[in-house]
């Protein structure tokens, strides 16, 4: 999966919790993404940041936040506030480099079950 | 914003026959589309892309193909195998959107069954 790590594969919580899903990447990629991905549809994107101590919010942000204090690093919460939570999650890296072409790399997600 | 189109939602193919995913895009500002293949459980993994610039790009049995003035891109499976089974993105991108970010836009997928 292109030195990206998601943890864990899968995750249970009950309803109410808040819980933070993983993503470490070892590509020196400055850009990170998170994505929530629904059954039979495409990636929405949540939250992406580009350097270190930057985040911006996605098309579905409302009921996550994110933070991004080590450019390896790019966990996602899961607020009690998210109102369908449960879905499959995916993490992804780029790099801002000029001249590369920004390729999306993915990690190999976290499904979350909360019931 | 981008909204990009894909079809068939399911496509299932003999072990050898070709198989062809269209999509279609709004953005005309948009200058990058990337295939990716997601199997079972996994993340996608990028499988080919193609950028404004050019019509046509090939990798082995993969190809795809770019109508800027349709908005429309395609992939062209050559040859298929049953490993070959797996769900298919595509996607686009503009240089940058509205809000400054080198986002990506999805289909919705195509569920490609290769029958041995």
């Known amino acids: 999966d292109g030195g990206i790590t998601q943890s864990p594969k899968y995750l249970f919580r009950k309803e109410g919790q808040n819980v933070t899903l993983s993503c470490e990447q070892n590509?020196?990629?400055?850009?990170m993404y998170w994505y929530r991905q629904d059954p039979g549809q495409g990636l929405r994107l949540i939250y992406y940041s580009q350097i270190v101590n930057d985040f911006q919010k996605g098309d579905i942000a409302e009921g996550y936040s994110v933070s991004r204090e080590k450019k390896e690093s790019f966990p996602l919460t899961v607020t009690s506030a998210q109102k369908n939570p449960t879905a499959f999650y995916l993490c992804?890296?780029?790099?801002?480099?000029?001249?590369?072409?920004?390729?999306?790399?993915f990690g190999p997600g976290t499904r979350l079950t909360v019931t | 914003g981008e909204n990009v189109e894909q079809h068939p939602s399911t496509l299932s193919v003999q072990e050898g026959d070709s198989a062809v995913i269209k999509c279609t895009y709004s953005d005309s500002a948009s200058n990058y589309f990337p295939w990716y293949k997601q199997e079972l459980g996994k993340g996608p993994q990028l499988i080919i892309d193609?950028?404004?610039?050019?019509g046509e790009k090939k990798d082995q049995r993969i190809a795809v193909t770019l109508n800027k003035t349709a908005k429309h891109f395609s992939l062209h499976i050559t040859e298929t195998q049953p490993e070959d089974s797996a769900v298919y993105f595509c996607a686009a991108r503009r240089r940058l959107d509205e809000a400054g970010r080198r986002a990506l836009t999805f289909g919705s997928g195509t569920r490609l069954q290769v029958q041995p």
């Open positions: 590509l020196n990629h400055d850009a």
């Open positions: 193609i950028r404004s610039n050019v």
């Open positions: 992804a890296s780029s790099t801002r480099q000029a001249g590369n072409s920004y390729e999306q790399y």
